[in-house]
């Protein structure tokens, strides 16, 4: 069975039900995401999240957006593009993935280590929880410390508790120049290695750098590549990146559309494990804010099985 | 509880405090004792409850706490909003001296200083023993009795003869003030600073009548003395004529140039005491204005340090001059010393009073003066020179410490 | 209880476990003036195993605690009303620094600008700089999710915190950390950043530390109106440039920094400045500062000029620093706000805001990190006229009211503590404060540490929400 609400009002009722018959509930978005990443609930009812979607607020030139937790990534992506401007987190899976999802999931993506994971772009959050309870936390503006930071904790909490409606983020400007490479060296070429470490510690640092497996880059169309960089900056900055990067190996340019297709490959799998959600304190959060435990149960279980 | 004129007095400056808490770090006894009531900003708290009549003049908690205080005034360098927090400290301990006696030591040795007669015999009892050997002996002995018998080894200087300089008196005139400790104990320093002083251009003349600068006393709550003390030498150094005052004690400077804050309620003498202030100069400052003339190597070329001491650096934010009096001479090699803005714990007789605590303070200056392998210590304050001193003799230091302008002299006299 | 003193005593020394009024007194305020709670003892310890024992004989005896680290802080968050305040400042060991991983784990009493200087023969520091960087503590910044000024480009607390070391109020002992993606948790150690002291204290703190950068440009911007200086920043921001920091000083902050010791040469005359640092690698800085002043000059700017030096840098940023210390010289008093509005709309938000101050006659003191939007309204005053008061109080709400009316928030980095309690059913009208409250719980159910601060206790729908919920 599937359920769909199609406003907080109707999802709240849903929640209150749930809790009351202890109906297991598995989260849906947008259903795009790989079984080994969001598998493993036990729940034979479907909540589908997908008409909490679009754009709610954009302020360009406080570089905020404010979505339904269904929203595309692609849609953001566009929307934000018309003002050069992108969410920096670019997260692993296909576009056509959830906002709500890489939240919820804090899935991070090859900028991560220069534009920030999950936890650092999201700055509100809100969200129906195991009590029926529609929540906010944070707000729409860049910096904010109003209250006990339900944000953060629900980022990450993979749906076990509650259902993310809507998320307020930070963006960023898209650099002046956004430059992609693959980079060649031989395998187990230590010296190599050490260099593009060094690029990634200093002060040239690439946007994104990513090591590739031999499929990968066979998937990709680069048979023989060892790493895909991307430089993003003014244009000093960028000449000077890539004066660095060339002292580490062979590089040859490739379009920036390889990025899409390298997230699309996932090539980073997550999933929750046996022991996730299973300390005290995570329990006694869970019991809090998902008291009959219906939300999200994770085969493998989370924790707070067993409890109360 | 009953109210003397004293504690009706308002305290005045206390409310530019805005308990930013920036001071806490600039204090050598907040760092030392991790007490909010030892810290400016605690203190501060105190005094106004005393003011206010919050807590009573007799509080011994408030005591120990405001007597803990070293006067350094590390803290008015830290804030923002300007707290005159010297002058709070010196009302407030005025304010709490009428209800009690000070303990014995301090009134033995401030009666000592008031009275120019027996401050000779005593400075002239101390100079004798400390010619017999005695306090070298004695300086390793713990305690109390080992500290002040290294402190009073610590002075020990051989006698110098200068060459007659042939001072043109082009930078101006200059009186100076002689010094209960420089001229008792220091007597070296200040034939250095005549010197030095003649060299780059100043003519001295006397000031007769001249007294102790008060400061002690006003630190410690006799301001009636101190008072006193500042009404005989403004009229001792205007009589002089002298364009300058000159003094090699910070302590005494920047007492005296505050003389019209302590004389703030005496309409007769409080712009005499504002006129009398702005004439008055660090040696190092009349030094700095005139160049000073180089000089040549000290003997041995040895490293040296500086430390800055409060009552210079926080009390007249003198800082640059004494570096260039130091760098007058060729080949010195000057290190910097980590905290150099740090107390050294000797604030007066503090250590005489609190020697725990004026240990406790004075312990990372001698290790960050090991730290830098400097063989001399410079620094322009006579309890200053006898605290660092006694501390690296007792620690078994080979450095030692000296005043800025007597490293001069001796540079001068040897080029 | 003084049977509790005694316990206290027994862990700590009796130095520092303080029963007497007159020594509770330096303990009745923080850094929000004109706010005074007495706590009813203040404990001390000295070492992190003297922490948990403190924390467990508070809970055994029943008695509430607010932990308490420099007292820098702007919200009232550390006042204790009646009950224990416990004093980290003792607590100042630098643990570890590991320049390999760019890490650094601290006790709680570390000094922010201490652990800078301790990473500095590194080439590394600690990115927030809050303005009480000398004085404030990193345990404290942690409980605040601390700001500052290059918080714009490096991100705040939670940013850079990497794991802590927790003693829950029950006496528990957790350790928290970021969570990776590769195994999933709750981000407890998010939540705790920022929590006010309402969640645990903090022993022990692992934070990042950032390389120094290899260039850093500092100019500073001088307008003949605020409303210029409002419109460059928001044109900067848009510009997708992204500085170090961007700060906004009014005239009356200008004069009062220079009539301090910090005085920094800030032209007297201005309506406003802006103080714009862009650092990083060499390569393309110069970029970046040629737009940041066409930008400014666009605005406006009837002079942009650059640092030529790190001495003369460190002036312009000491005056910033302690411009909140330096208004100490116009009132006795400073009513203190920390709103954060977005950053498109600061020209029309200022405007109205002195709009407000000139209806309630009430002087306005901005000084703010302009590119976060996060305003710094500061009203100095006498706290004992009543009218004035009065006057000043109404003031604040109505800037309050109209910073969450165009979206904003009621704090970006001092916290809610006492002083904002009143505005937060106003930011979060529904359940989301009971949501908070129940966060909370999950950490203190019996609500002993920092006690009646963030949220409004009437906001919390049952004390204990779950019968598990004190395991």
Partial sequence: MTLQPANTGELQTIAHDARARSTPLRLVSRGTWPAGVTGGVVASTSLDLSLFTGIVEYVPGDLTLTAGSATTISEIDAATAAHNQWCPLLPWGDDGGSLGATFATATTGPCARSLGTPRDVAIGVQFVDGTGALARGGGRVVKNVAGFDLTRLMVGSWGTLGAITEISIRLRARPVVDESWTLYFTPGDIAAQSRLAALRRGPLAPLASEILTTAHAAALGFPRASALIRLGGNTAFVAAARAAMREIGRTEPCDTTVWSRYRALDPHPRAVTANAFADPLSRRIKMLFDPAHVWNRFECGTGAEGKS | ?415 | MPELATTLSHIVGTRYCLTRATELLAYATDALPGNRRRPRLAVMPGTRDETVAVVRALYAAGMPFVPRGAGTGLSGGALADNVVLLGLQRLRQIITIDPESRTATVEPGVVNAALSKAALPFGLHYAPDPSSQTACTIGGNLAENAGGPHCLKYGVTLNHVLAATVVLPNGEIVSLTAPSEETPAYDLLGAFVGSEGCFGVAIDITVRLTPNPEHVHTMLADFSSIDDAARATSAIIAAGILPAALELMDAATIQAVESSIYAAGYPIDAAAVLLVEVDGAADGLDDDVEAVVRICRACGARMVRSASDAIERGRLWQGRKKAFGAMGRLAPHLAVQDAVVPRSQLAPILARMAEIGTRHNVRICNVFHAGDGNLHPNIPYDAGNADESARVHAAMSEIMELCISVGGTITGEHGVGSDKLAYMERMFPGDSLDAMCRLRDAFDPERRANPGKVVPSHRCKEWHAAPGAHT
């Avoid at chain 2, 006067?71 to 923002?80: F, L, S």
């Avoid at chain 2, 403004?234 to 090699?248: D, L, P, W, Y």
């Fill in chain 2, 1 to 415: 509880m009953t109210r003397t004129a004293a504690d009706l007095l308002p305290l005045r400056g206390a409310e530019l405090c805005v308990h930013c808490g920036f001071c806490l770090q600039a204090c050598p006894t907040y760092l030392a004792l991790d007490d909010e009531n030892d810290s400016p900003r605690g203190r501060i708290v105190l005094m106004k409850a005393l003011a206010e009549g919050a807590i009573a003049s007799n509080d011994p908690d408030a005591r120990r706490h405001l007597d803990r205080c070293l006067g350094c005034r590390g803290c008015e360098t830290a804030c923002p909003s300007g707290v005159p927090y010297g002058q709070l400290l010196e009302q407030t301990r005025e304010r709490l001296t009428t209800g009690r006696p000070l303990p014995l030591v301090a009134r033995t040795i401030l009666f000592v200083f008031a009275r120019p007669r027996l401050l000779g015999m005593v400075m002239f009892g101390a100079r004798m023993f400390r010619a017999t050997g005695m306090p070298a002996l004695l300086a390793r002995v713990p305690g109390r009795l080992g500290f002040a018998m290294a402190m009073l080894a610590s002075t020990a200087r051989p006698q110098r003869a200068y060459p007659a300089a042939d001072p043109d008196g082009g930078r101006g005139t200059v009186a100076i003030l002689d010094g209960c400790v420089m001229e008792g104990l220091f007597t070296s320093i200040n034939r250095a600073t005549e010197h030095v002083l003649d060299v780059n251009g100043y003519l001295r003349v006397a000031a007769h009548g001249q007294r102790c600068c008060g400061a002690l006393h006003a630190h410690a709550g006799d301001a009636a003395l101190a008072r006193a003390l500042a009404r005989a030498n403004i009229a001792a150094f205007e009589k002089s004529g002298a364009q300058f005052v000159c003094t090699n004690s910070a302590g005494c400077g920047a007492a005296m140039k505050e003389y019209s804050q302590l004389l703030r309620d005496d309409p007769e003498w409080h712009n005499r005491a504002a006129a009398f202030g702005a004439r008055v100069r660090d040696v190092s400052e009349l030094l700095a204005v005139a160049g000073p003339r180089t000089a040549g190597s000290l003997p041995g070329a040895p490293t040296v340090t500086y430390d800055a001491p409060c009552h210079l650096q926080h009390g007249q934010h003198v800082t640059i001059p004494p570096l260039t009096v130091l760098a007058a001479m060729s080949q010195l090699t000057l290190i910097p010393l980590t905290d150099s803005d740090q107390c050294c714990g000797s604030a007066g007789i503090y250590n005489l009073i609190e020697p725990e605590l004026s240990d406790q303070v004075l312990a990372p200056k001698l290790a960050h003066i090991a730290a830098s392998g400097a063989a001399i210590v410079a620094t322009g304050n006579p309890g200053c020179l006898m605290q660092i001193g006694a501390g690296l003799a007792r620690s078994g230091s080979p450095a030692t410490a000296r005043h800025p302008v007597e490293l001069l002299a001796e540079a001068y006299r040897k080029s």
